[in-house]
């Protein structure tokens, strides 16, 4: 008994509160995902949303909120921010000049987060690739490229390539 109170004495009451500041984090944590999916799920029931559009969104909200759960639980365990930001500085650096190096793949996901956004045409909707004379049912919209499919089967064209030609959509809903 004496052994345990010797440590509990030794044992620094901040850091108890850490503990339980990190339990209701978490709880709150756990709470929001809940909620926010639930949330997601009603109102892509009542507005109709694409299933697609909904996951991503869903992707999108989870990613903010893992990272504001990280970045709480670093703060309150002591962590300093300054040496994360250098870190994240560093590492977001790196994959700049990566990305730099393949600026086809990033052309390609930033046309992707603007098709995502502003939704231009949807799965099951026709698209004309004017120039090309390309036609194809959309069958998925993917963050780099576009599935079609045509009479003679299933094709991808990168989603840059939808900014830089003439497209009709002939199925618009």
Do not use: C, H
């Not at 999108?60 to 300093?80: C, E, N, P």
């Not at 049912?137 to 045509?150: E, H, M, R």
């Amino acid at each position: 008994m004496n052994n345990l109170t010797e440590l509990l004495e030794k044992l620094d009451s901040t850091y108890f509160a850490q503990v339980a500041i990190t339990i209701v984090i978490i709880i709150l944590f756990i709470a929001s995902r809940w909620l926010i999916k639930k949330s997601l799920r009603k109102l892509a029931y009542k507005f109709s949303y694409d299933p697609n559009r909904t996951a991503a969104t869903k992707r999108i909200i989870m990613g903010a909120l893992y990272t504001f759960m990280i970045l709480l639980l670093v703060i309150i365990w002591g962590g300093d921010l300054n040496n994360l930001w250098v870190s994240i500085g560093s590492i977001l650096g790196v994959i700049a000049i990566g990305f730099f190096a393949i600026w086809s793949i990033l052309s390609n996901i930033v046309a992707g987060i603007i098709i995502y956004t502003i939704n231009p045409f949807k799965i099951t909707d026709t698209l004309v690739l004017v120039e090309k004379e390309v036609t194809g049912k959309v069958i998925d919209i993917g963050l780099i490229y576009t599935k079609l499919q045509d009479k003679d089967g299933i094709f991808t064209v990168p989603n840059n390539v939808f900014f830089q030609q003439i497209v009709k959509v002939k199925n618009p809903k």
